[in-house]
Each structure stands twice: as structure tokens, then as C-alpha cells.
């Protein structure tokens, strides 16, 4: 008899977040569910790893034979920790999420959502982020429990290619019209600070600002995508390495000597 | 009359360690520098940002016309901090590091200096990392200096793509055979744990490990490039879309609905 599908869910607002146990909720039917995450929020971290200090994990709690634990570690830690020393076998998907707040545009390279996914990716494990665009608390989760189950289903019937995850931004809105695969957007995020006065009386910078757009009229790109109220899914690379450029640079460094 | 290039550096083994330092020395004849970087080790911090407290910054030194800046943030952080509210102008170059430590195949998604890197080319300054393989304080930076100097002033004279920005790792090495352009490697860390005991008697787990190389006969490969004694050179991409995989992803997520 084939071992039901092993899946590891973690995220980057920590163990405790509402996103990870909606995630653990609706992604149940799948298979058999492990939690690896923070201990507490951990947005922001990317890739993030922890080297200088070590890590440790608890068995937070056990029931329907589904597995909690609570890591000191960033998200990708909690990945990695999982993979080399938790698990008894290799995940066959690994879900993080539901982050609250978008992780379109450049945000994949901040993302502790994502960071993960990607770490996921780095092991060979079909991975998936997957982030609504709603800080609130009481944000409805619907249409993302449903897309972001029917994506990992998909994944765990059809695989996906090595190297490559999924980046999942489900909109705010009351009605989503649908799914798009998209790219990444050029978007950028301007306004980045905001200053106010420590009790010292010396200026803080707090990081805040908005994305903007500079080319808004693809209908690939997703932050457009989020903004005409459609969920954006996006396919991306371990592998960062800009290889049509490759031949031109070999030309320009050509004449670079050691000594 | 011109301005002279304004160039930032960054770092994320904090503004006191000997790879800023030595990385400022050798860039002087450049143009202006201006050194913002963290005030003490972040490595490992990828592309992290601090956004749950706030952060700030002092001026440390100011000598030869060249200001330093120590930050509380994360190397991310520091770049965004000094582009947005330090510096008078756009600089026309970022260059992070010397990080003692490789920073090759995958450490381009973990590594700080790397972060800063990418986070420069986001805001659409040609951007820079360059990494020396070895952790000794000792270590000779000569071959590293000499190579991020001319990659850089190759970098002012020519520009790079949009969105694309470049990773130089140097070995540790007594003689260094060349520069190569490369691909980012597929090798990954494996025995990533050590684990050992608390003061409380409870394990704790050490991040280690070492890089496997599973394909270790393309001479792209950066990692086999510094294994047989010659400094990569890896351009990378901020767009991470796996674009050949987006039409096949279309066709398999047509059937999926949202309600």
C-alpha cells in the first residue's frame, strides 16, 4: 500500500497565526500534514538562516494524527530543520502560508513565506507559497482555502519541474474572478520610511510604503493581476542566473587579468 | 563638469569588518564612496528586512571624503535606508562585501551580501557582491581586491542590464587562475546539523554542512569554476518568473474554479 502524501506546512507569522491553521484546515484531505514553524512572527526574513546562534524545535501538540511544532528558527530553518532531522521521509509537497499580506512583485525576494517555498525547492520538494492580500484579522479566507488547495492538489497529481515553485497571491475582494498564471511584476515599493522620535529623542525609521507600478497594462504581470481582482500565480526559479546576458558579460570581462 | 561616481558600499559582516574595509581601500580611485552598512554581523540574512520595530543609523567616521555610516538594520535595510534618506543622489554603483565566505550555487538566495546586492538593482543601481572563500581573518584579499576593482570600474564604463545584477566569488587560492562568467551552480548543502547540548540539557541545532555538487563537470558551474582555482562571475536576475514554464502551467490550472 502507497504511503499517503506526506506535507509540510510552515509559514512566517508563526505557529500561533491564524493563515497556518486555516492552511492546515483545508489542505487535510491531501494527505498527511506535518506543521513546521516559527515560534513567532518572522515576516520579512526571506531567506534568512540562522548560523551564529543554534536553533531548537518542540512538539507543540498532536491530533488527527497531525503533528504541530514550534521552531526558534526563521523560516527556511524551520524547512531545513524539518527535512534533515524531524521528518522520516522527504515531504511530497511542502505549503507555506497563508501569509496575511501580498507577496506579488519584488515581495518574493522578502518573503519568509516565500524564503521557505523556495528552501522547499532547494530540497527538491514541490513547493507552494501562498499569501492573501489582507492584514486584517478577520479577513476572510475562503477563496484562498479553495484555490490554494485546488494548486496543491494539482501539484501533488502532476509534480512540478525541478528548480521552480509556485508564488500564490489570492486578492481582498468579495468576489475573486478567477486565476491567472502570471509573472513577477516589475513593481517597486516607494515612500520606504516613515521617521518618528525614539523616547531618547532621536529619529527612527519604520519601514512602510506602497508598490508602484511602472508598467501596469500587462495582463502577465502580477500585481496587475491582484488589482483587477484575479488570483496571480506565479512560477519561479531557484536558478537566478541571467543567462542571455551571459555571452555579452563573457566579452566584456575578457580583457580583466589577475595580476 | 561631471559629477564623480557616487558609489555605496555595504556588507553584511558589519561596517567594522576587514572585507569593508579592504573593499573600500581598493575602490577609492573610483569616485565617491559612501560606506552604510550594519553595525555588527547579519550574514545570512538574505534579503531581509526589519519592519515589526524601527531601525536607524549614525555617521561613524568621515576621512579622505569618504563618510561612514553604521546601521541597526538588516544589509537590505541599510540599503534602502541610505538610498531613501541618506544619500543626495542616485549612486551609480552598490558594492557589497568582501564577504569572507563563498557565496556561490544557492548561498545567493541565504547570503546578506547578495540581498544588498539584488536590493541595489531593484532600485536600478548597477549592483555588485563580492565574496572572498575563506573565513580566515588572516586571509589575502589581494586577487579579491584587484578583481572587484576591475569588475566595478567595468561595471561604471559599460552599465548592466536592467534588473540584473552581478555575483563575484573569489577562491582562496594562492594563485587564481582567471575570471570566469558562470551559471549559478546546482549544488546544495548537505549534514546541514550539528547538534549538541544546552546548559539546560536539552539539543540544539548548529547550521553547518557542506555543498554537494551533483553536476561536477560543467565548466559554468560556479562552484566547480572556484573548485579548479578561478573567481565566477554570476549575472542574476530580480525576476525570478520561470517563463518557459508559465504556458504548461496555463494549461494544467484551466480547469481550476474559484467557487
Known amino acids: 500500500m502507497m504511503n499517503s502524501p506526506l506535507i509540510l506546512i510552515t509559514n512566517d507569522d508563526g505557529v500561533d497565526a491564524r493563515g497556518i491553521i486555516e492552511l492546515a484546515e483545508c ?6 500534514l506535518v506543521v513546521f514553524a516559527p515560534d513567532g512572527p518572522r515576516s520579512g526574513m526571506s531567506g534568512a538562516i540562522t548560523s551564529s546562534i543554534p536553533i531548537t524545535f518542540s512538539l507543540l501538540e ?15 530553518d524551520c524547512v531545513k530543520l524539518a527535512v534533515n532531522n524531524v521528518l522520516d521521509r522527504k515531504p511530497d509537497l511542502l505549503v507555506s502560508g497563508i501569509n496575511q499580506g ?6 518574493v525576494h ?3 513565506t ?3 517555498a523556495a528552501e522547499g525547492c532547494i530540497f527538491g520538494i514541490p513547493s507552494l507559497g501562498v499569501s492573501l492580500t489582507d492584514y486584517n484579522g478577520k479577513a476572510s479566507f475562503g477563496a484562498c482555502r479553495r484555490l490554494g488547495l485546488s494548486v496543491a492538489q494539482l501539484i501533488l497529481e502532476e509534480g512540478l519541474p525541478k528548480g521552480t515553485y509556485l508564488n500564490l497571491n489570492v486578492p481582498n475582494v468579495s468576489r475573486v474572478k478567477g ?9 517597486r515599493f ?20 506602497s508598490l508602484y507600478n511602472e508598467q501596469p497594462d500587462d495582463p502577465e504581470d502580477d ?3 491582484l488589482d483587477e481582482g484575479y488570483a496571480s500565480l506565479v512560477p519561479c526559479r531557484i536558478d537566478v542566473t541571467d543567462y542571455e546576458y551571459m555571452q555579452q558579460l563573457r566579452r566584456m570581462t575578457e580583457t580583466i587579468t589577475i595580476t
Open 223 to 225: 500585481t496587475l493581476a
Open 62 to 76: 498532536e491530533y488527527d494524527g497531525m503533528r504541530v511544532y514550534s521552531c526558534t528558527g526563521t523560516p527556511v
Open 102 to 107: 501580498g507577496n506579488m512583485s519584488v515581495c
Open 27 to 32: 489542505l487535510k484531505p491531501l494527505g498527511e
Open 110 to 112: 522578502y518573503s519568509g
Open 114 to 116: 516565500l524564503g521557505a
Open 190 to 209: 516607494v515612500n520606504e520610511y516613515m521617521t518618528s522620535e525614539d523616547a531618547g529623542g532621536e529619529t527612527v525609521y519604520w519601514l512602510t510604503g
Open 179 to 187: 486565476l491567472r498564471v502570471c509573472r513577477q511584476s516589475g513593481a
